[in-house]
């Protein structure tokens, strides 16, 4: 038992920092998992390199895992870690900077060699020139004292000894935050206990040890306890966004009875969610690993056409690639999903770096007049519900959807409360045409525009269909200058008509004032927490956040209407607010970044204080 201070915290961020090939997104995620199942409310945010393998101990080779655990409801990964893990100079001092003063450092002092330190581009030993004063510094032998822990292991290398450190690392973050190691101990056991049990042992072995340490040496004079939030009953769990996107489909397929083609190339950072479709298959899903991009939206417009529910994936730059077929699957007016897990930009861009840049790609990024309904998550979790939304939406109009995420929310995790049952969600009805009487491929529903859903075989269903223009009715090809005009309005007529299912915007706030702060998409943490500082105080200040950005709901106009300024937060350079003043006419001051990184809440703060006292 610890004689050792326990103080109580709302709230901590820590940060893991270390070289590309020190595991810190595996010691950040344990540590993730294992705060959720605590019951902390929590949100987290991986940052890493785009190179595979950078040179070890450089600054462009640094990998981070930042998260942000409280006793009660959290919105962001945190603007300032309170405990930062430097693995080697180049971690300390890309990361330094963030830091404020009085915050725990805890440096691996193995790594701080000189040629450590030439890699890093420092010029003198920062743990010696008084870089790290005013912080609560532990200089740690943590690469010694994992050899020393793993001595035992006589037959393994001193390199498989040294790749245990980050567990060493993990242990002692749990007990300095009284975390239990029972989650990271089955978690390992289930990596690595069937085929590479040596590797289990290691690892097991060098958690334990960490955590020890801690308990018995004298660097910590203090431990830390951050209690559950209250949180409402029912069963949770971490979730990242790709993850909770493959989730949402899934149960749209349920809840549609239909069985999902999943056609995708991989790119990063849409990969994961080809990756967790593909454990689903018990559920009817066929996931297809295409050649390119052009292939993967084509066979899912296959699926389309033979009566499953599609969906393709990508990021900016495969979502370029996919624009023709967009066009093709529009025309043709199929149901599919179309996921945009957006990154930096533009081109390749900065792979594994967030932005939110693709709006206007998404709104015009194919030739001729081509709308198609776009649909924003705005949180890891809420990717489950905005990718059931976009299945059930393509599938009563008839219509491809955008699905857009961001490489922040794709990558980040937050606790889940799943629900209580599939039939607690909304059932997607599904019709196939079998009646061959009065048939014509582009009669419409009345309500919804909709044309009727053929599969093909289907005996006297025969129907022509391509990307040439149709007749409105029959579906033949057409060159009919007025029939042109036609089938243009009516395709657009359908997505505006989707407003129907729009619910009306309900602010974060008064319906009335002087500042509206209007977001999308993964900003929604950053943004919620700045509104409700503001707030609290005492500023006139409210927030919607838009997960249909085509069509906008109804009462947007009216909202922006009752305020005397608009704020508009992007991580691009402003494509919503070029949006929102053409359509609306208003006066809309955009915070605009493209760093690859979020905003901190003080960032919006600071805006909204701006336009309020203005």
Known sequence: MSTKQLESLQQVVIRFAGDSGDGMQITGTQFSNTTAIVGNDLATFPDFPAEIRAPAG????????????????IFTPGDTPDVLVAMNPAALKVNLQDMPPNSILVIDTDAFSDRDLKKAEYESNPLEDGSVDGFRTFAIPLTTLTEKALREFDDQTIKAKRRCKNFYSLGMMYWLFSRPLETSEEWIEAKWGGKLPAVRDMNMTALKAG???????????????????PSEPGTYRAIMGNDAVALGLVAASVRSKLPIFYGSYPITPASQVLHALSKYKNFGVMTFQAE??????????GAAFGGQLAVTGSSGPGIALKGEAMGLALMV?????????QRAGPSTGMPTKTEQSDLMQAFYGRNGDGPLPIIAAQSPADCFNAAFEAAHIALKYMVPVLLLT????????????LP?????????????????????AYARNDSTLAREWVRPGTPGLEHRVGGLEKDSLTGNVSYDPANHQRMTELRAEKVARIVNDIPDLVPYGEDKGKVLVIGWGGTYGSIHSAVKRCQADGLSVSQIHLRNLNPFPANLGELIGNFDHV??????????????RAKFLCDAKGLNKVEGQPFKTREIMDSIRELHDA
């Open 58 to 73: 450089t600054l462009p080779g640094v990998s981070g895992f930042q998260v942000h655990f409280a006793a009660g409801e």
């Open 211 to 229: 955590y020890a340490y801690c308990e018995a040496a004298e660097e910590f004079q203090a431990r830390y306890e951050v209690a559950p939030a």
């Open 292 to 301: 390119d991009e052009i292939a993967a939206i084509g066979s899912a417009i």
């Open 333 to 341: 007016e199929l149901p599919m999903v179309i996921i945009n897990v």
């Open 406 to 417: 961001d490489g922040y929310i794709a990558n980040g995790a937050e606790p889940w409360k």
């Open 420 to 440: 209580d049952s599939l039939e607690d969600l909304p059932e997607i009805p599904v019709n196939f045409r079998t009646d061959t009487e009065g048939f014509h």
């Open 567 to 580: 704020l508009i937060p992007e991580l691009n350079a402003g494509q919503l607010s070029v949006l929102i």
